[in-house]
Structure formats: C-alpha cells, structure tokens
C-alpha cells in the first residue's frame, strides 16, 4: 500500500482498528480490532500493549514464522485480556499447547488454530465456550483427540479437521452437534465401536445439515460395514457436495505414513452398497485398498461433476461410469489389476460421457483398452474431452475416440501407446466434415518412452500444434528429423533429458512460429547449428548442459554469435540477456 494510502486508511480507521509492529504503544480502551504484524518481535511485547481490553472484538495475526513460537504463558496472558474478543486467529504461530484459560473467552465464536502443527490436544475446558460457533483445526498433523465431552459444545456449525491425520477416533456423542454444517473429517477409530469414548459411523445419522466436503477416513477399521455403513445414513444429507472415502488415510497422506503390519491390503471383498449418497452429490472421490466391490448405486449420481478412483488395486474392471451427464474431470490411478474400465455390456454409445473435459488414467500396468467387447468399440468418442493425461499404462493401446482433445500427456508408456493414441486422434478427420479442424491438439508432452527411438509418424499430422515438450526418452535421436515444418503452429518446444541429443533436429528451421526453445539436461548437445540466426525466437533457455552453457553464457562464447539476435536469454537460471538488453 502506498504510504499516502496506508496514511488515509489509519485515519479512518481511528482507534478502532490498530496493527501491532515493532513501534507499537498500549493498545486504547475504545479499539475493537487488533492485528499483529509482520515486524512485532515477540510476544511478550504483544501482551505488554494489551490492558484489559473489553471491547477488542477480533484479534488475528499475520505474523507466519516471524517470531518464535507462541508459549503457553503468552497464550494464558494474552486470553486474560481478551474477555469479550468474538473472533480469534492464531493460526500458524507454533502453538505445542492451548492453555485452559481459553475457558474465559465466554464470547467468541470464531477460534482458528489452523496450521499449529505441535498441537496434540485440546483442553476439555473448551466445550465451555457456549457461543463457539466456528472451529478450525486445519493442518494440525499432530492432534490426536478432539475433546470428550464435544457434544455439549451445542452451537458448534462448522468444525475444520482437513490434515488432521492423527486423530485417532471422533469422540462419542458428536452426532448430537444437530446444528453442524461442516464436519470436514470423519475418523474411524482403530478399535471401532470398543471404547466408550469413540464415535462409530452412527454418529453421523442425524448431522443432515452437512454441507460441503466429507471425508470418512480409516474405514479399513469398520467391522461391520453393512450395519455401519447404513447407520451413516448419507442418503439424506441433500446438501453434501463432496465426499471422500478412504480406506487408509487417502491421498496425500498415504504415500508418507509407515506400513505397519495394520496397513495390510484387505483381501476380502467390501461393498459400498450402503455407504449410498444423495442424488445431489456433486464430487465422489474414492481412496480403496483390496477388493472393492462397487455399488450399483454409482450410476444414479446424476449431478456428479467429479469423480476419482484411486488405489482400487484388485478390481479388473468398474461398473458403468459413462452414464453421468454432467460429469466432467474422470481420474483413475494405481488400479494394478484393472484390465478394462467397462465390461462394455448393455452400454449406449450414444450417451458416451456426453460432458467429460477432463481425463486422467494413472499407474494401471494392465490396462488394455476402455471396454472388453470391442465389437461397437470403433463408435466410441469423447464428445467434450479436452485434456487427457495418461502415465504409466504402458499396455493401453485401444481407446476411444479423442477429437476435441487440445491437451494431451503421455508418461511412462511404450512407442506403441504412443503412436495408437495419437492414431486416435488423427483418424478423427477421416470420418468428420471438412468444417472441422483435422485436429484441435495444441499441447502434446510425451516423456519416458523408453523404446522411441524416432518420433512417429502420426506427429507430423498435428498442424494445430503450438507447445510439444519432449522429455526423458533416453533412445531417442532427433538430429536426422526433417518433418518439422509440418508443424506451422508451433510456438514453444522443450527438450529435457534426451541423452542422445547431439545437434539440434535439422528441420526445425523451417519452423517460423517457433517463439520459446528450452533445452535442458541434454549433456551431448555441445554446440549451435549456424541455422538458429535465422529463427525469430524470441526467449531462449539452457539449463544443466555443461558445454553447450560454456559457449553460450557470455558474448565471447563460440555460440554466442548464433545467439545474440534473441531477445530473451537464459543459461542456467541466470537471464544473460533480458528484453534485448545484455546483463553481463
């Protein structure tokens, strides 16, 4: 903010509002909001400019990591002062321990102690705080319980537990919260339904005003999923918009917990059947382990947007998924026994994911193809597909139609998946009118195909081209290729990783769109073509190519020449030349 502004802005502001720095004095009877800034240097100094202030009404710090960690007696001294405050920020100052005297805060009704990651637990005395309507907990990793007695904390509407993967059970008695709107995080406990003080999924039968997200997680520790399961009762919470189902923690915290000898898969089968949302369900996303027995509920989800399958290991192919007509982001990721999607019975190909933008299939080593029977299988398109991303399914070779694709990515996959896909999209200007584009592909990133040694054929076929990365294909050799001019939209092209690269592919000078060259961890390309003066490029990078960067990295460099028409010049994060003017 400009000082003149930040001037005016006091003025009006008055005593009412004060921001706390490094010149602050004793906070003024009358003042009604106080932030703590980014220059305070302790707390110490925060309480000293605090008198009892009864009419301070929001207190929050933007102070983030700009001091040392909030103790225990600085909360306790700062509270003590604070007796009418309705709102309390304290997120992310290092908090280990919430004293008990928070109980003297009888008026708030926002408390945020987000991102206080040494938090384990919160005194009981805070189910004392009648008029707590807001809670946030966000990202507090450690906090193991939430107190016991929760349930008389009765005017309680929105409880925040997003990253709170500690907490080992909800504590009994949460269901009677009639008034919450959002609970964000469900945890089934390891010893579900034994202890006295642990909340079973029955819990949530009477929370039918949840809005929002959900997440249940845990449910690998239900026992008896088909009385729980119904005991959840989701089908009548019209206004959930989001909901997740984890069988260990889901993603991301997975992938960075220990495998314990409790983290086994399951090998028996469990059904979702009763586990069934409301028809206005917006996002569905599904965290598996083992054997997971889809619904037959899954197809009814008329209003789905959204919808990921994810560590579904054991399943060889899902019910139908193409029936939702709204639904428009599909992501499926590390099925390893997954051979098919569909089994392709009884589907209409002319209601085929008549809204999907967005396509993700990851980490499914077996998958072949979209459906087991092909025999309708050349009638299959993607209507609206825009993106589609494809990692690590090197054996999936038959794929619908994808004529509106514009942004397609290929990692961790064979020559052949590589040529069949892009086939997939060129063949769709055979069977169109000619009032449509051959192809709309404009951003194409293929990496790691090990066995490419040359590029294919169907990549001159892509005139709308304008961004092709090419990364870590270590057979690849790119020297010899003259087809480059074919590609008359190309405006941006990276090389990363391509140890065989030894000069530059001749044909790219006969591309006179090309604006954005990057080239990077390409060790053996050691020099310039004399060409490149003739290409109007306009920004121009080199990064980790030990020789190449020598001869370009200054004007007295042997490349240099080649070089120095462009505007924009980068040699390992370093700008040598910006906007046509030499920084050296």
């Known amino acids: ?61 933007f102070n983030w990591s700009k001091m040392h960690d909030i103790k225990e007696v600085e909360c306790h001294k700062i509270f003590s002062k604070l007796s009418r405050v309705r709102l ?3 997120c992310g100052l290092g908090i280990e321990k919430v004293p008990h005297s928070i109980d003297k805060l009888k008026h708030i009704r926002f408390l945020d102690l987000s991102y206080n990651k040494g938090i384990e637990f919160l005194p009981d005395s805070i189910i004392k705080l009648q008029n707590l309507q807001i809670l946030r907990l966000v990202n507090c990793e450690r906090l193991k319980q939430l107190p016991k007695h929760i349930k008389k904390s009765v005017n309680l509407q929105q409880l925040f537990l997003k990253g709170c993967v500690s907490l080992t059970h909800m504590p009994r008695g949460i269901g009677q919260l009639t008034s919450l709107e959002n609970l964000s995080v469900f945890m089934v406990a390891k010893d579900n339904g034994v202890s006295k003080h642990h909340g079973g999924l029955g819990e949530l039968s009477g929370l039918n005003n949840l809005r929002d997200e ?6 690998r520790h239900v026992k008896n999923p088909s009385s729980e399961f119904k005991a959840a009762n989701l089908k009548e919470k019209q206004h959930l918009q989001v909901l997740r189902l984890s069988w260990k923690l889901g993603d991301p915290y997975d992938n960075n917990s220990d495998s314990g000898p409790d983290d086994g898969e399951n090998d028996e ?41 994810d560590n579904c290991k054991k399943c060889q192919h899902f019910p139908p998924l193409d029936r939702f007509p709204s639904l428009k982001t599909l992501g499926i990721y590390n099925s390893t026994d997954l051979e098919y999607i569909e089994s392709g019975i009884n589907c209409d190909n002319a209601l085929f994911f008549p809204s999907l933008e967005k396509l993700w299939l990851q980490n499914c080593p077996n998958l072949k193809g979209w459906r087991r029977d092909t025999s309708m299988h050349q009638l299959l398109q993607f209507h609206c597909l825009d993106y589609l991303a494809i990692r690590s399914c090197p054996n999936l070779t038959s794929m619908p139609l994808i004529p509106s694709v514009q ?17 997939m999209k060129i063949s769709v200007s055979q069977s169109t009118s000619s009032s449509i584009s051959p192809s709309q592909l404009k951003i194409l990133h293929i990496e790691n195909i090990e066995d490419l040694e040359v590029l294919p054929e169907e990549l001159w076929h892509l005139p709308s081209l304008e961004i092709l990365a090419i990364h870590a294909c270590a057979e690849l050799n790119l020297s010899d290729d003259m087809q480059w001019q074919y590609l008359g939209s190309l405006r941006r092209l990276q090389f990363a990783y391509l140890f065989k690269l030894a000069s530059l592919p001749k044909g790219l000078q006969h591309v006179p769109t090309l604006r954005n060259l990057l080239i990077m961890s390409c060790p053996n390309l050691i020099s310039l073509p004399e060409w490149i003066a003739s290409l109007t490029v306009q920004s121009f990078m080199i990064k980790e190519c030990p020789q190449l960067s020598e001869s370009c990295k200054n004007n007295m460099g042997a490349d240099w020449p080649k070089i120095a028409h462009i505007p924009n010049i980068s040699i390992d994060d370093r700008w040598i030349q910006l906007d046509g003017c030499y920084k050296l």
């Open 407 to 423: 942004h397609l990515v290929l990692i961790n996959a064979s020559k052949k998946s590589l040529e069949d896909i892009l086939k």
């Open 1 to 61: 903010m400009h000082d003149l502004m930040h001037d005016l802005a006091v003025q009006v502001a008055g005593d009412e509002n004060i921001l706390l720095n490094s010149d602050a004095e004793l906070v003024k009877e009358g003042t009604r909001h106080v932030s703590i800034g980014f220059k305070i240097e302790s707390w110490q100094k925060v309480a000293s400019c605090l008198p009892i202030v009864t009419k301070v009404r929001t207190f929050t710090s």
């Open 88 to 90: 309390l920020n304290l």
């Open 214 to 219: 959900l997440q249940i997680m845990n449910l």
């Open 269 to 309: 089968e469990m059904s979702l059947e009763e586990l069934r949302p409301h028809l206005n369900l917006k996002w569905l996303i599904v965290f598996g382990c083992g054997r997971l027995m889809f619904p037959s509920w899954i197809s009814s989800l008329t209003n789905l947007v959204r919808l990921r399958i």
